[in-house]
């Protein structure tokens, strides 16, 4: 399967605990985007790296977030002190840069905080 | 800011019959506009993609219009069957580097 993977798959946390999520983009691409997606709710974006650059965040993106891609591959993110309001479903893209380009999504991280 | 609106939230069909979902976009840069499909427990999968220099694109039995004057555009599914059930998302992109989702129509295709 060479399409973009996430791990974990499902997660459920107590609120103040720290977690961290992993996503693996389809090999080639060189942009990836951290998207969260609530129930009844499009995606909505939260910050995306060109190679390991991180060139962009959301103000949905608090402090307590951070997302790294350190060798311009696979990225992590973590979400720090986690609260009920961070439950969500966080979903990883990536995309070829050029023109109009296309991303393609991953299964998604479900996080519940408890 | 940029804004999608999506319509309807949802639409139920009978097997057979055609749907319709309607979008409108705000950002007047947008030049590229993915419709998603999305199934329980799983992400967001491409099914059709329409740029700025088309008015109209067609894949089988799925169908996206775009008309850039009024800021709207469409997915029509014709021949519906009950796999078509999923969420439905519309997008629009090509202002940079982001892309604005719609809400969602939730669209149940009834045997």
């Known amino acids: 399967d060479t399409g973009v993977s996430q791990n974990p798959r499902h997660k459920i946390t107590k609120r103040g605990q720290n977690v961290t999520f992993r996503c693996d983009p389809i090999s080639e691409h060189n942009r990836l985007y951290w998207y969260r997606q609530t129930l009844g709710q499009g995606p909505e974006f939260l910050t995306y790296f060109q190679n390991e650059a991180q060139l962009e965040k959301s103000r949905l993106l608090s402090d307590r977030f951070s997302a790294e891609r350190p060798k311009g591959s696979f990225s992590t993110l973590e979400i720090q002190r986690t609260e009920q309001g961070d439950s969500a479903m966080y979903l990883c893209?990536?995309?070829?840069?050029?023109?109009?380009?296309?991303?393609?999504f991953g299964p998604g991280t479900r996080l519940l905080v408890l | 800011g940029e804004n999608v609106e999506q319509h309807p939230s949802t639409l139920s069909v009978q097997e057979g019959d055609s749907a319709v979902i309607k979008c409108t976009y705000s950002?007047?840069?947008?030049?590229?506009f993915p419709w998603y499909k999305q199934e329980l427990g799983k992400g967001p999968q491409l099914i059709i993609d329409i740029r700025s220099n088309v008015g109209e694109k067609k894949d089988q039995r799925i169908a996206v219009t775009l008309n850039k004057t009024a800021k709207h555009f469409s997915l029509h599914i014709t021949e519906t069957q009950p796999e078509d059930s999923a969420v439905y998302f519309c997008a629009a992109g090509g202002g940079g580097f982001k892309t604005i989702f719609g809400a969602g129509t939730r669209l149940f295709v009834k045997a």
């Open positions: 950002d007047s840069a947008s030049n590229y």
């Open positions: 893209a990536s995309s070829l840069v050029g023109f109009q380009e296309t991303q393609y």
